[in-house]
């Protein structure tokens, strides 16, 4: 379980980024702050303000899950804004 929580500033690690070939991109530089943290499966998602791609969904999924016009990313690819973690400087 992630300690991530609603209103945490958050950012992509440094191990996510260099995995993903994204050290120098956009990505990189972008601190979010978190609207909700969902369980999915085995995996947590972090939902965070910065708009998801909606022409997926039908105005009724929309409406059913208002998460969905977030960006959801993976808690294990995250960190808060100002801790220091193993991920954030390995």
């Known amino acids: 379980m ?21 050290k120098k991109g956009p990505d990189g530089a972008k601190t979010w702050i978190v609207k909700a943290v969902r369980a999915v499966g085995a995996a947590e998602y972090v939902y965070v303000n910065e708009a998801a791609d909606t022409s997926w969904y039908s105005e009724s999924e929309l ?28």
């Open 63 to 90: 409406k059913e899950d208002p998460l969905l016009k977030y960006r959801a990313i993976n808690a294990a690819n995250l960190y808060r804004v100002g801790t220091l973690t193993v991920r954030s400087v390995t």
């Open 2 to 22: 992630t300690d991530i929580q609603v209103g945490d500033r958050v950012r992509l690690t440094a191990q996510f980024l260099r995995s993903t070939d994204q």
